[in-house]
């Protein structure tokens, strides 16, 4: 394989505590107390913790319950997912200053590559210190940075300094860098093939490295295979801005489980426009969408459709969303997730001018369950109507104005 | 196993089993054709599991056996000797075979004959008539209409049922791809036999490889089904096809009843405007727009950034000027169906299915649904 010849700059930055230090921040009272962001108790789970709720041994992902037994005193918030993308946003705008090649990989993380940026910003290292530095500067938030030759490592590396950390692995030091960690850093070992690797002796990434190739491969396949490039610290992968990205999507878990169609029906409504508004804000259209269905017992399904012609536009996602919740058993057996992604992106700009004709379908009447669908409305006012409220929510913000559907007081993301 | 065969008879036979016969599939065998000798008959039998044909030629047999061969590189072989020659095909060690004509002589890899999936029963149940000729045109009529899309299962089939009309038990075919469909009668002979009460989904490609029954010559073709398969036989082939187990959709819905404006135009000259109109549709969609008024019917199309297309046609038409978009390879297969002069279009508006069929027959119809103009 073609080794870069000179090695990549990639940074991995990782907002410490994110939803929490956000509430801390809006919310200086709370300050050195232990903040948790998360659903509520009955059956919802953490989200965040700020780092002296961690000392009581909460962290994210744990049910709110047990976060209330560790913590009793800590401070539970609900999550207000649209004052986390706002700051979110102001971030990664940060970000965009020094590089034009940020991956994000969620809310609060995100690769970026800084290679050939030495004349205008310094090394690897140099950028990253400045981007931490304007990040506490511009927004009062601290982020751990991991500094590496690739994506793999500079993700292991922020995650060792954190919070507020700056871990930097230079080329040629990876062996020393990985050699001493446990197996479970690497990405796909978890409990089952940890435990298969430690009945064989191999607790470190450096035991991994050591072992032979053929032995990893016959044990667990192709698999074996990448965890024996991982352990030298060989990962090629490029870092893929949004433009590149394959799919837009979102998804909620509920405080309880959908049990009604109309329930969800809004719920799809919500995440349509959200997953819209996103592609527009990209200028990117897809012609794929994809809705997501988990059931109470976690089973989970996914239905898809793809499109005659790409789009942006949340009435149409909506409507496929519709289609594609019949083809489900959601209604019958109650829903705790709903997700919508979209994927085959191409840029907005490369969607041609049609000739403003759209085919038909003989079968296509709504079907039972659905409500009669809407007049299709001309593609061009939709693009208007759609460009306007864009601009309406980049002056008021997210909650500026939301489809009519959507009940008052429950702005989207939240 | 050995026997000796003409060269021309082998071509003949090996490529009429080549479209079965998968090249890239998961099982190596199926690229195979299996050579069977007995009885004095040479049997050559190809299937993709979906599909299956076989064979039979009598030849001058040796020794009987049987053995799968690779079906492109046996049919390449038997291309490149001489023609009317005589071909000698014997077993060798192993799974290799000898094949020599003259002083060619060529040795070829097969695989074990139990290796071959098992042929799938004759159905047991009443063998209908069908004039292959019948079949040959309501095969061509609908299977344009058919669904390529392969996760549209139920919509890639044929539908085959016994449609009663005034001028008795037909055969009829349906198919479509959710944006049209086509619907075509055939004398049927006693085909209620085979489809007394149950209607049948058969794949596009099975239907193809009945067709070429159909084609290899004047005659009738045997029909039978069972359960899973559709059986047919014609001379010294016969193919199995095995039936979509999927709901076709209820097509009588879907065929309007309240299209009250009629235009009627000539056959040719409206496919003649639709051919010369399509050159500036757009790529993709096809789309032209039909103007109706008065005597006149307009077609068109525009392609943005390249220029467009107008072309008229004399049309008996008397409702009130429209509009309406189609996609226009759509309305191409439509007309292809005609073979009467005149044809009709039957309206309702510009969003509604518009019908199109012959003058006077009423052994045809396509459907179609037009293209919203904004």
Known sequence: MNRNPSPRGILHLDLDAFYASVEVLDRPELRGMPVIVGGDERRGVVAAASYEARKFGVHSAMPTATAKRLCPKGIFLPVRMSRYAEMSDTVFAIYRRFTPLVEPLSIDEAFLDVTGCERLFGSAEEVARKIKAAVREETGLTVSAGVAPNKFLAKIASDLGKPDGLTVVPPGGEHDFLDPLPVGKLWGVGKVTGETLLRRGIRTIGDLRRSSRETLVRTFGAHGEHLHELSRGIDDRPVETEREAKSVGHEDTYDHDLRDRGAMRRELLSLSDRVSSRLRRGGIRGKTVTLKVKYHDFVQVTRAVTLSDPTDDGGTIYRCCLDLLLDTEAGARAVRLLGISVSKLVPASDVRKKDRMEQLGLFSRPRAGTPELPKPVDPEKKEKLNRAMDRIREKFGPGGIVPGALPEGKPRGE | ?374
Not at chain 2, 139 to 150: G, I, N
């Open chain 2, 1 to 374: 196993m050995n026997f000796t065969v003409d060269r021309d008879l082998l071509v003949d036979v090996l490529t009429g089993i080549q479209g079965v016969a998968e090249r890239r599939h998961t099982m190596p065998v199926l690229s195979h054709a299996l050579i069977t000798i007995g009885g004095g008959n040479l049997t050559v039998v190809a299937s993709d599991l979906e599909i299956v044909v076989r064979c039979l030629q009598p030849v001058a047999a040796g020794e009987p056996g049987s053995i799968a061969l690779p079906a492109r590189k046996l049919l390449d072989i038997a291309k490149v000797l001489p023609k009317e020659s005589a071909v000698m095909v014997a077993r060798k060690e192993g799974n290799y075979v000898e094949i020599s004509s003259g002083r060619s002589h060529f040795r070829l890899a097969g695989l074990p004959s139990q290796e071959f999936p098992e042929m799938p029963e004759k159905p047991s149940g009443k063998t209908v008539s069908i004039d292959g000729d019948t079949f040959r045109k309501l095969s061509e009529r609908v299977v344009p209409f058919a669904s390529s899309d392969e996760t549209r299962y139920n919509l890639a089939g044929i539908l085959l049922e016994r449609a009663e009309t005034e001028a008795g038990s037909m055969l009829r075919m349906v198919a479509t791809d959710g944006h049209r469909l086509a619907m075509a009668d055939g004398e049927g002979g006693n085909i209620g036999e085979l489809l007394a009460s149950r209607k049948i989904l058969v794949p596009k490609k099975g239907i193809l490889e009945i067709r070429k029954l159909a084609e290899s010559g004047p005659g009738s073709i045997e029909l039978s089904a069972s359960e899973k398969f559709l059986f047919a036989a014609k001379g010294d082939t016969e193919v199995w096809v095995r039936l979509l187990d999927a709901d076709f959709p209820d097509y009588r819905q879907v065929i309007p009843k309240e299209n009250l404006l009629t235009a009627t135009v000539a056959r040719d000259a409206f496919a003649e405007v639709l051919r010369r109109v399509a050159v500036m549709a757009p790529d993709k969609v096809h789309s032209v727009k039909l103007s109706f008024s008065g005597k006149q019917l307009e077609v068109s199309s525009t392609s943005p950034d390249q220029g467009e297309a107008r072309d008229l046609l004399e049309a008996e038409y008397e409702g009130p000027a429209m509009k309406i978009g189609f996609n226009g390879r759509y309305l191409q297969d439509a007309v292809s169906g005609v073979s009467e002069e005149r044809m009709v279009l039957q309206l309702k508006d510009e969003v509604s299915q518009v019908i199109l069929r012959p003058e006077k027959e009423r052994n045809y119809l396509a459907i179609v649904m037009p293209m919203r103009i904004y």
